[in-house]
């Protein structure tokens, strides 16, 4: 499967445009494997959580999102980047075959199994129950995960934006019991500390 083009062309000049910006704050990226496939799985907190994960590694991540973001006018802006659309008013094998054939290819997904960003109304140190399509495509491809956990908020020059990688998760067959673990990991990541994601 050949990368996006243009997601290779300007990766670089977005990841160094985001970084001087944010300011994020980048810990165990040592977690993600130069080659063969990998799943990175986190919480979801900000539409901008796409790139905070793409500037944290030199590798193409195929992202999952709503199958919104690929109609009409959203399309042209995100086609170009290898996102994989889910339905998420429904069980969508075709976005888990999809999934499956980039990693069968030793690509890279990346996926917020919560399947939604945080709302407003909800603690943000909290997470939701994750759904189980990372776990089941890394279950049928072999795949481990990277858990990673983003913390804070999104402000103009200060180091605001924390997103820290865990060391990979092998699924077993047990898929409910390895999800709860990656819920854990997420959730532990998160709450580890409160003094950074408080800072003003």
């Not at 605001?160 to 532990?188: G, R």
């Amino acid at each position: 499967m050949k990368e996006p083009t243009l997601y290779r062309i300007i990766r670089r000049p977005l990841g160094a445009i985001f970084k001087a910006i944010y300011k994020p704050v980048i810990i165990g990226k040592r977690f993600i494997p130069e080659n063969g496939r990998i799943i990175l799985a986190g919480n979801h907190t900000h539409f901008m959580d796409c790139i905070s994960v793409a500037a944290s590694t030199k590798r193409v991540v195929h992202f999952l999102g709503k199958s919104e973001l690929l109609e009409p006018p959203l399309k042209r802006y995100f086609e170009p980047f290898g996102l994989i659309p889910v339905h998420r008013d429904r069980k969508d094998k075709a976005a888990l075959a999809s999934a499956i054939e980039v990693l069968e290819d030793d690509k890279v997904i990346g996926i917020f199994p919560e399947g939604k960003v945080k709302l407003k109304s909800e603690a943000q140190y909290t997470i939701t129950p994750f759904k189980f399509g990372a776990v089941k495509m890394a279950h049928q491809t072999g795949t481990k995960i990277v858990p990673f956990s983003i913390t804070g908020k999104y402000k103009f020059f200060r180091k605001s934006i924390k997103i820290q990688f865990f060391e990979p998760v092998t699924v077993s067959d047990n898929l409910e019991e390895t999800n709860n673990l990656l819920m854990d990991i997420v959730a532990h990541g998160i709450t580890e500390n409160p003094v950074f994601v408080e800072k003003k």
